[in-house]
């Protein structure tokens, strides 16, 4: 579908049960919104209505939320909430079948948002422990393809429309890959070590807030308004546009993402932005597999104190992705080559004028349903797809950057192609920037829209 007719059949497009407000505002950006609701002349009380059977009917088809609050504002700007972090006065389940704790007061991040004028739309799916799979949440841009999780309806609350923003987590690309694979936009925050408060952080030293949006303009415009990740941003001004390195070790991806990348590389020409390349050394480049092994003993640990503490179980399939007992001080061992990582990178980058990473989300395109159902979420070395499952997400994680992921081209074939921006620690304000210069340019969202439209349309 090319550009000019996405357009045109979001002009068109109803919602699914019909009424005055098109496709093309539900699914819109937030940025500009008050502006296209006078044009289109819809008031405030038109658009909650509209906004409310958007919202219900999408969320049945996609079974993106494991609770949608039907009393929630949804005249203003929403969020979804990733049900393995804290909302008063809803269950968190930890994306478990039986699990409910009634919390008392909102997570740390849950506040923010809410102080910067969200309104909680309800609670996201979550998988399960955040090391299950997928399940029956639907893609909603791409339904023959995986949503990947964990982050999995967050993702497909925002494509869909269910709401405005998404606040989720990411470990290894636990928020990354669902909005690569979903065609919206994912941040992963800096590392902090209480960012996660009020939440289940699976491995601490690598677990982070993350944000989603539809665009770039509407993530940037949210970090605008104050910390969402809690701490204070960099307040170095940055006089000069960032120095851009594509990572060299990448070159053996998909071609589609290769070409994707390239769509990528050349508006940042378009835009002036210097572009170099870089390659980390063989031994950084292993480390992804260090930060998947930290996270695999992690997860167990975590697993075995949840069960204990919470009388719980969790599914076979879930607990297929838990790491055998480690060896005595091998965690003390990947703790230490993390810090390693952390300074040699930060080190590199230093050395050859650095600001931004560009790289893929990992090897090859989103994976279809029927290749990862019931598969465990962690990779493990004896897994016959071990090498693609590392994926490229590990290099921010294990350092603790921010990184950035948006869709860079959509295949009819392959689905969304995202590219993934990491920066330096805390310099979000700047990645959100560029991204959506970037964003600009790759002129992906109308058709990622439109095809939203037609699979909920399709779906009545």
């Not at 005055?20 to 209505?49: I, K, T």
């Not at 990733?82 to 740390?108: E, I, Q, S």
């Not at 689905?415 to 920066?423: D, F, H, I, Y």
């Not at 340019?441 to 399709?458: D, K, Q």
Request: proline fraction near 9%.
């Amino acid at each position: 579908m090319t550009s000019a007719a996405a357009l045109g059949y979001l002009r068109h497009a109803l919602p699914p049960d019909g009424g005055p407000v098109s496709a093309g505002l539900l699914l819109g950006p937030v940025e500009g919104r008050a502006e296209a609701l006078a044009a289109a002349g819809v008031d405030r009380a038109a658009w909650r209505e509209a906004r409310a059977r958007w919202a219900g009917e999408a969320d049945r088809i996609t079974r993106a939320m494991s609770r949608l609050d039907t009393g929630a504002d949804l005249a203003g700007v929403t969020v979804s909430v990733k049900d393995t972090l804290d909302v008063a006065g809803m269950p968190t389940t930890l994306g478990h079948a039986t699990h409910r704790h009634h919390p008392a007061a909102d997570a740390p991040a849950v506040a923010r948002v809410r102080a910067l004028g969200l309104a909680v739309a309800g609670k996201a799916y979550a998988t399960e422990l955040n090391i299950g799979p997928p399940g029956d949440v639907l893609n909603p841009v791409f339904p023959q393809l995986s949503p990947a999780g964990s982050s999995t309806g967050s993702a497909v609350s925002v494509a869909a429309g269910v709401c405005d923003y998404a606040l989720a987590t990411d470990v290894l690309g636990s928020a990354r890959w669902p909005a690569a694979n979903c065609g919206v936009v994912g941040l992963r925050t800096t590392w902090r070590a209480d960012g996660l408060a009020g939440g289940l952080p699976v491995s601490p030293t690598q677990d982070a807030v993350a944000l989603m949006a539809r665009t770039v303009g509407d993530l940037r415009l949210l970090w605008r308004r104050g910390p969402v990740a809690g701490g204070a941003p960099t307040a170095v001004p940055h006089a000069r546009p960032p120095r851009v390195a594509t990572v060299a070790n990448t070159a053996g991806c998909a071609p589609v993402l290769a070409e994707a990348q390239a769509r990528a590389v050349a508006a940042l020409a378009e835009l002036g932005v210097p572009h170099v390349r870089t390659e980390l050394p063989p031994w950084m480049w292993r480390a992804r597999a260090d930060a998947w092994e930290l996270c695999g003993v992690d997860v167990s640990e975590v697993v075995r104190e949840v069960e204990d503490r919470l009388s719980l179980r969790i599914s076979p399939v879930a607990r297929a992705s838990l790491a055998p007992e480690p060896a005595p001080g091998r965690r003390a061992e990947l703790l230490a080559a993390q810090q390693r990582f952390r300074r040699s990178l930060a080190a590199l980058l230093d050395r050859e004028g650095i600001d931004v990473l560009l790289m893929p989300v990992g090897p090859t395109p989103p994976k279809r349903v029927a290749e990862r159902a019931g598969k465990p979420t962690l990779p493990k070395p004896g897994d016959a797809d071990y090498a693609d499952r590392l994926g490229y997400t590990p290099v921010a994680s294990f350092a603790g950057l921010p990184a950035l992921v948006l869709p860079a081209a959509v295949d009819p074939d392959h689905g969304p192609l995202a590219v993934q921006l990491v920066g330096r620690p805390r310099e979000e304000a700047r990645l959100l920037a560029l991204g959506a210069d970037l964003e600009r340019l790759l002129a992906t969202r109308g058709e990622l829209a439109a095809r939203v439209a037609r699979t909920l349309r399709e779906a009545r």
